[in-house]
């Protein structure tokens, strides 16, 4: 157990839908990341909240891409206007103050047919 | 050119043989170096962090990194089928804020 949690593990949708998937960490660290990974490639990142707060965003959250971390709890994603390209593997990691390693959920793997 | 490099592979080897996984990287800032073991349509799943230059050793794993050489490199002694995934390496600099990946290297232990 990775003390992170994804909902749904599985998402297909139709081209032009929206989407939102959910990422639950355990409760004492307060650094939550979303990656995107597709077939064949390294995770690349999206972005990351320091508690409530989103502190970065990668150039490749398009602005039909929104993340937020209310009570900076849980963390919802969600594409909006889905295309074929958003087809991956996001995956939602948990982390501690300071300098610590990343822990990942098994991800939410999104079908955009 | 990519912050961290890495043969994709596909590698494949006989059982209770000895792995060798390498991953390079141009940033010298880099100070944390990971290895993650990926299984299909799961979840990167930490084997090993360490800090700057040397070893460290945690069963049958050995994580090595060379600074100088910017050139960290993964073990794996007694390899069992049940090690056959994906492994990543990642690094970050010292503010700890951005991860860095490597694409993933296939491994393959046949019995």
């Known amino acids: 157990d990775t003390g992170v949690s994804q909902n749904p593990r599985h998402k297909i949708t139709k081209r032009g839908q929206n989407v939102t998937f959910r990422c639950d960490p355990i409760?004492?660290?307060?650094?939550l990341y979303w990656y995107r990974q597709t077939l064949g490639q390294g995770p690349e990142f999206l972005t990351y909240?320091?508690?409530?707060?989103?502190?970065?965003k990668s150039r490749l959250l398009s602005d039909r891409f929104s993340a937020e971390r209310p009570k900076g709890s849980f963390s919802t994603l969600e594409i909006q206007r889905t295309e074929q390209g958003d087809s991956a593997m996001y995956l939602c990691?948990?982390?501690?103050?300071?300098?610590?390693?990343?822990?990942f959920g098994n991800g939410t793997r999104l079908t955009v047919t | 050119q990519k912050e961290v490099e890495q043969d994709p592979g596909p590698l494949s080897v006989p059982e209770g043989a000895i792995v060798s996984l390498n991953c390079t990287y141009s940033?010298?800032?880099?100070?944390?170096f990971m290895w993650y073991r990926q299984y299909s349509r799961k979840g990167p799943e930490l084997l090993m962090y360490?800090?700057?230059?040397g070893n460290k050793e945690d069963g049958r794993f050995t994580a090595q990194v060379d600074k100088s050489s910017k050139y960290i490199s993964l073990f794996i002694r007694d390899s069992q089928p049940s090690d056959s995934a994906t492994y990543l390496c990642?690094?970050?600099?010292?503010?700890?804020?951005?991860?860095?990946f490597g694409t993933g290297t296939s491994l393959t232990v046949i019995p």
């Open positions: 940033n010298s800032a880099f100070q944390y």
């Open positions: 909240f320091q508690n409530e707060a989103q502190l970065e």
């Open positions: 990691a948990r982390k501690a103050d300071g300098n610590s390693p990343l822990h």
């Open positions: 409760s004492e660290h307060n650094r």
């Open positions: 990642a690094m970050s600099a010292n503010t700890g804020n951005q991860f860095y």
């Open positions: 360490t800090y700057s230059s």
